[in-house]
């Protein structure tokens, strides 16, 4: 067929169709965008097969290839989901992975409970346990409020909003530290409920003994039904966690654990409402003694109704239902672990992924940084003496499964960070020299090594000089006000590793690649924001478990195997050191390989470089003896 009877048999269909994808281009209102388009896609897809054939050097191929790409994104962009994705997320994923997990669920349920049964046991033979347990302070103080008539006085005497900040952030992270824990083979999220357990059972107790069992119940019971039904779940999650190295079934261990990891993330989530409605009750409404009784009575029973209706009998409704198993990942639907194309649009949690994978192969190459660092660490310690004091004297507190409190162990494993990282320098204009310039070196480092030959070694070095400047100008905004450090962290930085990477990606000089980035940052805020937030959340994750439960476990063994304290201190200072830089090389790495990652995914929704090149990958064909054979 003739190129003019091709177009002339088939401009009567595209007309239209190219006016209608304008119309849908320039509309926000794409409601009903996939059932109308997906049929006539399908069609100029054959279209654009014939004129790749017959036509490859005509305009009309040309002319194809643009239509189709930009139905492509019309649809890719837009794809509408047959179901509200909230509300599967709450009536079908969780109580599909509270079915599938309840074995790991009950046990955490029995691991609570017997360490409660401990706690009252131990009380029960030697009374000093409270103090121990309690703090002997803590124990003093209910004395004289007993003593004073107002045992629950605890709940009285601090602001409520204070107090709800502060409840909320604690059991957030000792619901995140029951979880993390659970990559010990689970043997960290059993200590964690045993400890809590036992708290527990000492607490309740102990008014018990002193005759309050009533008054004291029905108080600490008004919040504590969700509180620790919730971190008994997260308990739950860190074992369905260690399950998934533990038991592999069919699959290897890290893609196992890689599964058991969102499952639990999941619930995780779902719990971190809980969490903050426990903290509100307990600052709000828990100060309130003197409600009459059978009212705080009812209010209990109804927190343990929703709590025992939707986490058990709705996943055992679920289960039964279904006759099976939640979807567990079989051949039929190993969906959940597919490997993620690069080359494709790719969503928020999947840039996340990649951008990890990067990182592990990146540092796999470079692991001697932290590694010599840590040792000039231990160099620099050793001839000055200078950060003996400031972070060896902290380490036991960074002991958090035997002594000190979930956001006491964070902050001192920041504070050692910094102090380690900086090198104890007294002076704030050389620790900020000091700190943009190893951000900016790190991310030239990455991107180097990503995008190998797209930067000449000058021109590398000069970008990240340029990077190093405003790096250094954003971060004087800090000595302004401290509240900046929100808006760097949610804003400045996450353009500027968009910037380096658009200079990469593109070639360009550093100011030119700032203001395509502030382009693409402004045109695509919810993607950015929504790569940001994720990737924060994953990352305070993995410093947790780096500076507070890593750190603990390895300095608690070394501390332990060594008899001479001069070595001691320095073993300590080397393993809080490399720790240190690790987790400092985490953070700003995985950013910037997610940064580059997030600008290919924009640059492929405007432009689909990628699916073009695809296209015209396609080898020609031509017809001998009836049958399409490739050229």
Known sequence: MKESQFVKENSARWAPLEKSVEALKKSRRKKGLNSSLGEDYIQLTDDLGHAQTFYRRRS????LNNLTSDIYRLIHKNRESKKNPISQFWLREIPSIMYHGRKQFLLAF???????VIGAFSLEQDSAFANEILSEGYVQMTEENIANDDPMAVYKKADSFDMFTRIALNNLWVLIFCFVMGLFFGIGSIGALMTNGIMVGVFQYYFIQKGLFIPSFLTIFQHGTVELSSIILGGGAGLLLGSGYLFPGNYSRLLSLRLQFYRG???????????IFAAWVEAYVTRHDDIPNIYRLLFI??????????FVYLPWR?????????????????IASKPIDENDIMNVGEIFQVSIHYFSKWLSKFIWIPTLLAAGTIAYSYLTEELWENVILETSNAYIIITASIIEAVIYGVENTIEIFFLSSGNPILSSIFFVTSVSIVQTMVLSWKYKGTKKWHQSALLCLANAIVLLAISSLLSVHGAWIVVVLSVGYPLLTLTMARAYIGNLGYLQALGKALGSFLENFGKVFGWVMISGLSLVLAIILIQ???????????????????????????VLAFLAFLTVLLVLASAQFGGALLTETLDEQITAKKLRE????IPPRKKRYGIDEAV
């Open 60 to 63: 009309i191929r040309l002319y």
């Open 110 to 116: 029995a691991i609570f409970a017997i360490a409660i």
């Open 265 to 275: 993330m999941k619930v995780i989530l779902a719990l971190v409402p809980f969490i």
């Open 301 to 310: 029973l109804t927190n343990l109704f929703i709590m025992v209706g939707y």
């Open 318 to 334: 679920y289960g039964r239902k279904l006759q099976r198993v939640e979807d567990r990942p079989t051949d039929q639907g190993i």
């Open 548 to 574: 507070s439960a890593l750190a603990s476990v390895l300095l608690y063994f070394l501390n332990s195997f060594t008899a001479w304290n001069q070595g001691e201190s320095l073993i300590s200072l080397g």
């Open 614 to 617: 695809n296209i015209a990958s």
